[in-house]
């Protein structure tokens, strides 16, 4: 029972640390990353608290030295997914009826030792499983998953205020229930934030949970359950199920009380999950939430007037920062005739300069890509690209592959002479950037491209000086990117500042890091309690005249 209406912290964006040579985060984190890679890993699955090793193991890659595996996670079955989901039943009403202070407590705490002891731990586990350097690692893994528990207990009270009026004589208020069941998180390889957040976002609202990370990124994930755990998350509310895509998805999508799945991954898998829903409707307790963020094909539209300068370096960051592996990345560009050669001389420049390698060499500015079918999806559509100089490409910058010890794919610029080549349209999830430049005078034309170039919507960026040339593209692209960016890279929303999600297929904009995606996550009820006693069933205009 509560006695106070509680204000909580307010929250402020993690500050993100620098590594720079010779500070003292730089020589802790490379202790403690040293100190993971010669471990030998063997990752439970753990259901209602406790360790489960079901000896049906997968190894863990180091995607920038593939050839050493670091240890084993042990991978769920149909048995396992089902003590999941009973774990999950069984923990609820008491999560559930848990005051929702004491929920957020646990959440706020978890940030706090995430600024802390878990911070290097976490950092570290993300650059080695994942293959991010400090800095990408940085961003994501401790500020942006700190961001996330913080902005969300934030929301959350924001969304318990919002209740009804009530008239004289009545009072009319709303309750947030959670969900009417258990809620199935599936999370990416590419952030380890989301991969915190997706679970804990529905947990923090009252629901409990059954958690299927990316087998490639087992090894972060183990480390959230460890933190989540240390903040004193009780036993059951989320239950972390490594294992396949059919193998963990199957049964959950089975079960009677599934209520929502919280997803970020691909487009055809989250649709083939629709699709198995729609399917099993009529045996389902209640309507599933479904809350995706899918796939993207995210544009830089520079008009005539842009600043070539900044373009070009945001340009390399966007498309190549994390080796393209981000789902708001820059995959194509579209660039007027007037810019192109300045523009190119600087891209080829810059390519020059960004050192691919392993991510323990604070130097390098990218790492490997995930893993042997990204690294051949990518070196298909590079030597794809290569033939056909001359055809429909005029040519191909950068992209040098070598997995021979890693799964390295150089940045890659492809400059291609039609706007619906393949590469301009279809999602490659890697360091590739094609551009297409257009006659300069067909600017409103080629706007009207961009926004029918691709299936997707998730993020996209203009660069112009000209505030005409703005506005116009602001307009004609209003339905193309949820995440829209004015002189700045399609890439690194900040939890509280821009709410991130697509539309199209891209996902269904529920916007992670803000009020309306933990919105996803209740069941309002609404109860009117009457203080005036009804003395007749007449209304006054029955009276005679």
């Known amino acids: 029972m509560s006695f106070g209406l509680f204000r909580v912290p307010e929250p402020i964006n993690e500050p993100v640390r620098s590594y720079a040579p010779g500070s003292p985060e730089r020589d802790q984190l490379k202790a403690v990353y040293r100190q993971l890679a010669g471990a030998s890993f063997d990752i439970p699955l753990w259901i209602g608290g406790k360790p489960v090793r079901t000896g049906n193991t997968a190894p863990l890659i180091v995607p920038h030295h593939r050839r050493k595996p670091i240890g084993v996670f042990h991978q769920a079955g149909t048995n396992e997914v089902n003590d999941a989901i009973a774990a999950a039943q069984a923990a609820r009403p008491e999560w559930a009826a848990l005051a929702w202070q004491d929920r957020a407590a646990i959440f706020l705490r978890a940030a706090t030792l995430l600024r802390g002891e878990f911070r290097d731990r976490l950092n570290a586990a993300t650059m080695l499983g994942q293959s991010k350097t400090a800095h990408q690692a940085e961003i994501d893994a401790a500020c942006e998953l700190i961001d996330f528990f913080l902005f969300n207990v934030h929301y959350l009270t924001q969304l318990y205020r919002e209740q009804p009026i009530s008239p004289p004589g009545t009072w009319n208020r709303s309750e947030y229930r959670p969900l009417d069941g258990f809620v199935f998180a599936v999370t990416p390889f590419n952030f380890t934030s989301i991969a915190g957040n997706l679970p804990t976002a529905p947990a923090l609202c009252g629901n409990t949970v059954v958690w299927k990370p990316a087998s490639t990124a087992v090894l972060s994930g183990s480390v959230i359950m460890e933190l ?22 199957d049964p959950v999508i089975a079960h009677r009380d599934l209520a929502g799945v919280h997803f970020t991954g691909s487009t055809p898998v989250f649709k083939q999950m629709w699709r198995n829903i729609a399917q099993n409707i009529d045996g389902y307790a209640a309507y599933p939430r479904l809350v995706g963020e899918t796939g993207g094909k995210d544009f830089v539209f520079a008009h005539q007037s842009a600043d070539v300068e900044s373009l070009a370096h945001n340009l390399l960051r966007g498309a190549f920062e994390y080796q393209g592996q981000k789902c708001s990345a820059a995959s194509r560009a579209y660039i007027p005739d007037n810019l192109w050669p300045e523009l190119r001389e600087r891209l080829a420049d810059g390519l020059a300069q960004l050192k691919v390698g392993d991510v323990a060499d604070f130097r390098n500015f990218m790492g490997a890509v995930i893993d042997n079918r990204s690294f051949n999806k990518l070196k298909e559509a590079i030597d794809e690209a290569k033939q056909r100089q001359g055809g429909r490409i005029d040519e191909v910058l950068g992209g ?26 279809e999602e490659l999830f890697g360091p590739v950037l094609t551009v297409f430049v257009y006659p300069a005078e067909r600017y409103k034309e080629t706007l009207a491209l961009c926004d029918k170039g691709s299936e997707y919507a998730l993020t996209g960026a203009i660069f112009a000086e000209d505030r005409g040339a703005i506005a116009t593209a602001t307009t004609v692209l209003r339905h193309a990117a949820g995440n829209f960016y004015i002189n700045d890279k399609p890439t690194g929303a900040v939890v509280g500042q821009q709410p991130f999600g697509g539309s199209r297929a891209s996902g269904t904009n529920d916007k992670a890091g803000s009020l309306l995606n933990l919105i996803r996550w209740v069941s309002p009820r609404t109860i009117k309690e009457n203080f005036a006693a009804l003395r007749t069933h007449r209304y006054p205009f029955m009276d005679a005249p």
Do not use: H, Q, W
């Not at 989540?228 to 998805?249: E, K």
């Not at 070598?402 to 301009?424: C, L, N, Q, W």
């Open 228 to 249: 989540l755990t240390a903040a004193g998350l009780p036993p059951g509310v989320i239950n972390f199920v490594p294992g396949s895509g059919a193998a963990v998805g």
């Open 400 to 425: 040098d592959c070598d997995d021979s010890e890693g799964y390295f794919v150089k940045p890659t610029v492809i400059v291609a002479r039609e706007p619906d080549y393949r590469t301009m349209r």
